[in-house]
Each structure stands twice: as structure tokens, then as C-alpha cells.
């Protein structure tokens, strides 16, 4: 998602990485990265997080790989 993309929804992924913003819960099965410019107003939960300095996260953060299912990763 880059620098200057809004989104206003929950995402489900394999893999991501967040360089704007995400108003909404974010699940991912293996790495998230949040760049510097990244803003995410939701719940966090993956199995492994990058966070650059600068990044802003405004929720609860679980780190836990068990969250994400194979039939969940199918609809990406």
C-alpha cells in the first residue's frame, strides 16, 4: 500500500507491506512491514512485524501465526 493510499476496510494477506494509511484490522499469516509513512488506525495481528521509525499504529498489536488459515490466504 503506498505512501499515498487510504484505505478504509479490514485486510487479509499472506504477506504486506503498509507505506499509507489503514483505518481498519490488518491480519497477516507471515511478515507485515510498516514504513516510516504508514499510519493504521485497527488491530494488528501477524506471525512477524518490520516497524520503521516514524510508523504510527493505533490498535492492539498480536503476533501470532496461527491467525490466518489456508482458506483465509485463498481470498487475497
Do not use: C, F, P, Y
Not at 17 to 36: D, P, R, T
Amino acid at each position: 500500500i503506498g505512501e499515498t493510499a487510504r484505505i478504509k476496510a479490514d485486510v487479509t494477506a499472506h504477506s504486506a507491506v503498509i507505506a499509507g494509511e489503514v483505518q481498519g484490522n490488518v491480519v497477516v499469516g507471515e511478515m507485515l512491514e510498516l514504513l516510516s509513512t504508514s499510519r493504521v488506525k485497527g488491530d494488528i495481528t501477524t506471525a512477524r512485524i518490520s516497524v520503521a521509525a516514524g510508523a504510527q499504529l493505533n490498535g492492539k498489536l498480536t503476533m501470532d501465526g496461527s491467525t490466518v488459515s489456508k482458506e483465509d490466504e485463498s481470498e487475497d
